[in-house]
């Protein structure tokens, strides 16, 4: 089958590919402009084709493909590229496949259809081109990008949102627990602080013991034991009061009288 004819129905199976299943594909041609090394973002729903029809390229012709969705951060993807045509007829050409800077295929005139290559989940795809004539030669790859994982930003945003809200009760609780801790040693310090007994010196000053009266003894009495102390309160009894009146009877006695 005639080369032109395989690549008829590629372009149709494309075509058909991208109205069922609502893809976009983006039809670069690898010139001097191509050859600024940008990175171009590709997702699930985007094809993006490059075709190259065998004119003089710039010593450094290399551009970066990566796997990233508009809406969802976090999916990750596997970029892939693909030959779709390799027809080489001049040995200036070299195609080279990166994977971060790590070298995963060359082709040059020598070789036949480069086979399907991915570099893998979260990194870069990079195609580089080297052509330093014209020919009539023509290349045309298509990369992909496939999902690998895709992340539901809602049940992210809820586990998000039950985390914060763990956390924030966690330290409520670590708060309500040191504050209890430290209102319960408070305490503590004061109950002690009001019931420690106020520490003094007392003076003991000795009985005095009192007299006894003589108590006889007998043979009924024992005689280890005592009789009870009685304890006869005087009642001090205040001066007569003094008076010069001779009238007074009571004054001096008739014998110290002078005359």
Known sequence: MPLNSITIILFGYLML??????????????DKKACSFDIYHLNEYDLMQLEWD?????????MSFIGRSLTESLNSYDVCVEALTYDINK?????????????????????????KICAGEEKYLDIS?????????????????TLRKEVNMVMVYVAISMGVLVGTAGVFVVLC??????NRQSNQGMVIQRTTPITGTSTI?????????????????????????????????????????????????QSQLKI
């Open 54 to 62: 065998g004119r003089q390229l710039p010593s450094y012709c290399k």
């Open 91 to 115: 040995c200036d050409f070299m195609l080279t496949y990166y994977s971060n800077n790590r070298q995963m295929g060359s082709y040059s005139c020598k070789d036949d259809l480069p086979p």
């Open 177 to 182: 627990l040191l504050c209890r801790r430290r």
């Open 129 to 145: 081109f080297r052509a330093e004539t014209s020919s009539t030669s023509s290349v045309t790859l298509l990369v992909t990008a």
């Open 205 to 253: 000053i000795p009985a005095v013991p009192l007299s006894q009266p003589y108590i006889q003894t007998g043979p009924d009495l024992n005689p280890a034991q005592q009789a009870p102390l009685m304890l006869q309160h005087t009642i001090p009894v205040s001066p007569p009061m003094y008076s010069e009146s001779l009238s007074d009877k009571t004054t001096l006695p």
């Open 17 to 30: 590919l991208d109205v069922v299943s609502g893809t976009a594909i983006d039809v670069m041609h690898i």
